[in-house]
């Protein structure tokens, strides 16, 4: 349930920034002499980014409170949601930190047409297993425990 909560929260919201910085930008043809094509794929980018972190922020503590602090689960949620805005800065940073892992993955992937007409089409193939691996074995790995154990060390403090 709070997989799928996540889920639409993020795509949906991400359509609404998405929608709002395109009108916005609806009626600059450049910005800073460069065209829409090389500006707007970093920025949504960033601003993925920006969303992923706080959405992920806010119910990074749910499961350490289910597992652990034996809450319910909307109970958990809640306060997953006051744990995260009371240890905001190192939630933040224990989360970015396994994110930049995925930096490579998603230049890469973004670059789809190079890999085909460059090296090969299989590694378009190649570049989503890794990042794939990468999300799964390393960058959810990390979050996960690291956040759990400043869960205990917070809950250790109060």
């Not at 991400?14 to 916005?24: A, D, Q, S, V």
């Not at 190192?90 to 396994?98: A, E, H, K, N, R």
Request: charged share 10%; hydrophobic share 60%; aromatic share 16%.
């Amino acid at each position: 349930a709070v997989v799928l909560f996540i889920s639409i929260l993020f795509f949906y919201l991400i359509k609404f920034m998405e929608r709002g910085l395109l009108n916005y930008f609806a009626g600059h043809a450049t910005l800073l002499s460069l065209k829409p094509q090389v500006w707007a794929g970093p920025i949504m980018i960033a601003l993925n980014m920006f969303i992923l972190i706080f959405i992920q922020g806010l119910f990074v503590y749910t499961f350490p409170l289910l597992m652990i602090g034996n809450e319910k689960l909307f109970r958990a949620i809640g306060k997953s949601t006051a744990l995260f805005f009371k240890l905001f800065k190192p939630t933040v940073v224990l989360i970015v930190l396994p994110i930049l892992f995925n930096i490579p993955i998603i230049a890469l992937q973004y670059k789809t047409p190079f890999l085909i007409d460059k090296v090969f089409p299989e590694a378009v193939w190649y570049v989503c297993i890794a990042g794939a691996i990468i999300n799964s074995l390393i960058i959810d790995l990390l979050i996960t425990i690291s956040t759990t154990v400043l869960f205990i060390q917070a809950r250790e403090q109060a």
